[in-house]
């Protein structure tokens, strides 16, 4: 009866990892398709990835209720509850990325009704894939328990405010230059700034693998530079 305990126990645990990790791919694909939606002016994917937003939040809630069921019912400890807030609160940085990829798509179906700002545009792309890059490295990261993997994502955090620093000068001087282009102008800050809170996200994903790993909060503070708001 012990072992069937324990069986129960750490399948519970299993399938909890599992579900984030189930979570995660789909919050990859979410941010992957929202980048090339907005680079190509895809209206029918951009359409596509704002409808199957509801996906993430069913499975966030889930992920919540299971990793509350299984401390109140088990009563975890030490690397057991480490790993069950994790997931919690992974879930949820998953859930925001996926927030903001659908609003990245949103901003793209008004865009694909305006004249495309090649260069700015392509800038923005270039941002969107560093940005996927992180957030696919540091959920592998995640279900493969590679501390020093998810160490590198959270040192490389300044790589993507660098980038948005560069594209929120670049659109200034977008939209200085002709005042038709503010309004694009403003959609296309918008896109950049959701691409570097997503980067924020893949962050605090890194610090959560880091404490569930080890134990212990990260020695120092995120490397940022001064990112503009």
């Known amino acids: 009866m012990q072992q069937h305990i324990v069986t129960s126990y750490e399948e519970e645990l299993n399938h909890l990892t599992a579900e984030v990790a189930r979570m995660g791919g789909l919050a990859e694909a979410q941010v992957a398709d929202a980048v090339n939606a907005f680079a190509r ?5 951009a359409a596509q990835i704002v409808e199957r937003d509801v996906r993430l939040d069913a499975l966030e809630l889930e992920i919540e209720r299971a990793a509350i069921r299984l401390i109140a019912l088990r009563q975890p400890m030490a690397v057991d509850l480490r790993r069950t807030v994790a997931a919690m609160k992974i879930a949820s940085n998953l859930e925001r990325c996926g927030d903001l990829a659908k609003n990245i798509a ?25 940005v996927s890059s ?21 040192t490389r955090d300044d790589e993507v405010d660098e980038h948005y620093e560069s594209l929120f000068r670049e659109l200034l001087t977008y939209m200085m230059g002709d005042p038709r282009t503010i309004t694009p102008g403003a959609h296309l800050l918008f ?21 569930e790993i080890t134990g212990e909060d990260l020695p120092d503070q995120r490397p940022k530079g001064e990112t503009l708001t």
Do not use: F, Q
């Not at 002016?41 to 994917?45: I, P």
């Not at 949103?106 to 969107?128: C, N, W, Y």
């Not at 992180?134 to 959270?154: F, G, I, P």
């Open 106 to 130: 949103k901003r793209s179906l008004v865009l694909a009704e305006t004249d495309p700002a090649g260069p700015v545009t392509r800038s923005i792309e270039r941002m969107g894939k560093l």
């Open 191 to 211: 896109v950049a700034k959701n691409l570097e809170r997503i980067g924020d996200h893949a962050t605090n994903i890194a610090e959560i693998v880091h404490y």
């Open 41 to 45: 002016r895809d209206v029918a994917l």
């Open 134 to 154: 992180r957030l696919k490295d540091v959920l592998d990261a995640y279900t493969s328990s590679e501390l020093e993997a998810a160490t590198s994502v959270w």
